[in-house]
């Protein structure tokens, strides 16, 4: 009886150290976890740009490929990124911003479609997009100006 009390002692011991330590190891937040307030402009040759959608791309490689920080513009070019909530920002970084803007039409007989792409070509791709910008911890403000 009492080496069997002593089993389950020790059972519990183990079991409440090693419950301790996955807690304590799984507290600590990836730095892609927590997103900051980020908004902005998008202007095109000094004019807002109405429905551009803009993509940003972490430059750390270390983020997964599911934080994929996005925000489109209203009618007066101004934008709220998004990363897992709607307007919740982004995680602090630097990142690599996508921009495009496709005209919606509608054809005679009620139907819709898009134009192509109307702004230049170099930013809708990360990999020629020359716009980079930091997300800072706090408020960040991304006035975004296209040439």
Do not use: Q
């Not at 307030?37 to 803009?54: H, M, R």
């Not at 489109?72 to 919740?88: A, P, R, Y």
């Amino acid at each position: 009886m009492i080496l069997r009390l002593f089993h389950l002692r020790s059972t519990a011991l183990v079991a409440s150290g090693l419950i301790v330590s996955l807690l304590a190891g799984c507290s600590g937040r990836e730095p892609w976890e927590t997103p900051y307030p980020a908004k902005g402009t998008v202007t095109f040759k000094g004019k807002p740009i109405p429905n551009a959608e803009l993509s940003f791309h972490p430059e750390d490689d270390r983020f997964p490929e599911t934080v994929r920080p996005w925000a489109k513009t209203d009618e007066t070019g101004e934008f709220v990124v998004s990363t897992f909530n709607k307007g919740d920002g982004a995680p602090p970084g630097r990142y690599k911003v996508t921009a495009v803007h496709h005209e919606i039409v509608i054809s005679k007989g009620g139907g819709m479609g898009v134009k192509p792409n109307d702004l230049p070509k170099k930013y809708a791709s990360h990999e020629t997009t020359d716009l980079v910008v930091e997300i800072a911890a706090g408020e960040t403000a991304l006035p975004i100006s296209l040439k």
